[in-house]
């Protein structure tokens, strides 16, 4: 059963940088679409950044300028390259992809704390 792993997260100052990285834990054909949210304390979970393909990616206001988001195709991952951190950035990011094998898996990573102190 193929799954989606988180690595990175963790405790950085304001105006610091981290990278969140999303990999399938098996063999995959192509990884279609994927994207990376966040939910903070008593907030719903929103959309940070998503990549469709190569190219073609969308930002939340919030975070652009600021958020990378990428792929490699060739490992399957992805990552949020994450600059200029603010404390309002404090929550748990997941990464949420769909995953091609033999049939089409809508993923849910398991999710990576983040938290920028003042």
């Known amino acids: 059963q193929v799954q989606l792993v988180e690595s990175g997260g963790g405790l950085v100052q304001a105006g610091g940088s981290l990278r969140l990285s999303c990999a399938a834990s098996a063999r995959v054909r192509s990884i279609d679409r994927a994207g990376w949210y966040r939910q903070a304390p008593g907030k719903q979970r929103e959309l940070v950044a998503e990549i469709i393909d190569t190219e073609r990616t969308n930002y939340a206001d919030s975070v652009k300028g600021r958020f990378t988001i990428s792929r490699d195709n060739a490992k399957n991952t992805v990552n949020l390259q994450m600059n200029s951190l603010k404390p309002e950035d404090t929550a748990v990011y997941y990464c949420?992809?769909?995953?091609?094998?033999?049939?089409?898996?809508?993923?849910w990573g398991q999710g990576a704390q983040v938290t920028v102190s003042s």
């Open positions: 949420n992809a769909l995953v091609r094998t033999s049939i089409l898996h809508y993923l």
